[in-house]
């Protein structure tokens, strides 16, 4: 009598078994993560956030690479460069500007020349207006606005250098933001004429200057341009045309000679904002 032999599938067996294995630890990770979202959402959002962080698939990794300084970091130096010599001694405002415009001049960064700029104008220096100046060159607009902003608040010089320097940037500045912040400058620098006679000329010199410049923006192929231009003749005349255009070219040319009247200030109809009711539209 033969006996038969048996054999057990092993491979197969063990296959299984690792099968069942993975599928454990994946439920098992599962329900730890099922478990974690139900502490979180219940428990107001104030749940240890270790439970979550010891999850591998929640395992913090930080994006920082020794020896590099993030743009956020490089950030927050400069501006406590600025905030920390608005009240320092001669010797370190001196030092400060100069590691500001260090990082200005050697930064490819627009907005770091930005953030260095506006950290100089807080630093009270005999020097920065100079540097203001040089800055105005930037190849970036919005870090000329930063130095034209800075030298329009804290200029050192005359009124008449400033109103010089506005307008220079007003008419040479091919950028319209540039032309824009140059304009609210002169309005919020020179409010109202110091001096007109009873015929409503403006005889001073700089606010004559500034008037007859304005009235050549009026002209501006930008329409934000043009507007902002009329706003702020109304703060440095105190006259109110309103956005009537044609009427400030009229007054621009009195101021000129070349207009035989001054027009009509606006109406208190005028002032009226129109409303349009809903069944007229």
Same mark, same amino acid.
């Given at each position: 009598?033969k006996?038969? #032999?048996?054999?057990?599938?092993? $491979?197969? %067996?063990?296959? #299984?078994?690792?099968?069942?294995?993975?599928?454990?630890?994946?439920?098992?990770?599962?329900?730890?993560?099922?478990?974690?979202?139900i502490?979180?959402?219940?428990?107001?959002?104030?749940?240890? $956030?270790e439970?979550?962080?010891?999850l591998?698939?929640?395992?913090?990794?930080s994006?920082?690479?020794?020896?590099?300084?993030?743009?956020?970091?490089r950030?927050k130096? %400069?501006?406590?460069?600025?905030?920390r010599?608005?009240?320092a001694?001669d010797?370190?405002?001196?030092?400060?500007? *100069?590691?500001?415009?260090?990082?200005?001049?050697?930064?490819?960064?627009?907005?770091?020349?930005?953030?260095?700029?506006?950290?100089?104008?807080?630093?009270?220096?005999?020097?920065?207006?100079?540097?203001m100046?040089?800055i +105005?060159?930037?190849?970036?607009?919005?870090?000329?606005?930063?130095?034209l902003? *800075?030298?329009?608040? #804290?200029?050192?010089?005359?009124k008449k250098?400033?109103? +010089?320097?506005?307008i220079?940037?007003?008419?040479?500045?091919?950028?319209?933001?540039?032309?824009?912040?140059?304009?609210?400058?002169?309005?919020?620098?020179?409010?109202?004429?110091?001096?007109?006679?009873?015929?409503?000329?403006?005889?001073n010199?700089?606010?004559?200057?500034?008037?007859?410049?304005?009235?050549?923006?009026?002209y501006?192929?930008?329409?934000?341009?043009?507007?902002e231009?009329?706003q702020?003749?109304?703060?440095?005349?105190?006259?109110?045309?309103?956005?009537?255009?044609?009427?400030?070219?009229?007054? %621009?040319?009195?101021?000129?000679?070349?207009?035989?009247?001054?027009p $009509?200030?606006?109406?208190?109809?005028?002032?009226?904002?129109?409303?349009?009711?809903?069944?007229?539209?």
């Amino acid at each position: 009598m033969k006996l038969q #032999t048996t054999f057990f599938p092993v $491979n197969s %067996i063990l296959s #299984t078994i690792e099968k069942k294995m993975q599928m454990m630890i994946a439920l098992k990770y599962f329900l730890l993560l099922f478990i974690g979202i139900i502490l979180f959402v219940t428990s107001g959002c104030a749940v240890d $956030n270790e439970f979550i962080a010891k999850l591998p698939l929640f395992e913090a990794k930080s994006d920082k690479i020794p020896g590099l300084e993030s743009p956020l970091q490089r950030k927050k130096v %400069i501006q406590l460069k600025g905030q920390r010599g608005a009240a320092a001694s001669d010797f370190e405002k001196e030092i400060l500007v *100069a590691q500001l415009m260090v990082e200005y001049r050697t930064s490819p960064d627009p907005n770091m020349r930005r953030e260095a700029v506006d950290a100089m104008a807080k630093i009270p220096h005999p020097k920065r207006d100079q540097y203001m100046k040089e800055i +105005l060159a930037d190849s970036d607009p919005f870090v000329r606005i930063s130095a034209l902003e *800075a030298l329009g608040k #804290t200029y050192n010089g005359t009124k008449k250098e400033l109103a +010089l320097l506005l307008i220079e940037n007003l008419k040479k500045d091919t950028d319209k933001d540039v032309r824009l912040t140059a304009i609210r400058l002169l309005a919020q620098s020179f409010p109202k004429p110091s001096a007109k006679t009873p015929d409503e000329t403006i005889t001073n010199e700089i606010d004559t200057l500034i008037v007859q410049v304005l009235g050549e923006a009026l002209y501006d192929k930008v329409p934000a341009v043009r507007y902002e231009t009329m706003q702020s003749l109304h703060k440095i005349t105190g006259k109110d045309y309103g956005n009537d255009i044609n009427r400030w070219i009229q007054y %621009i040319q009195y101021q000129k000679g070349e207009a035989e009247k001054l027009p $009509n200030e606006r109406s208190f109809a005028e002032k009226i904002p129109a409303v349009q009711l809903p069944m007229f539209k």
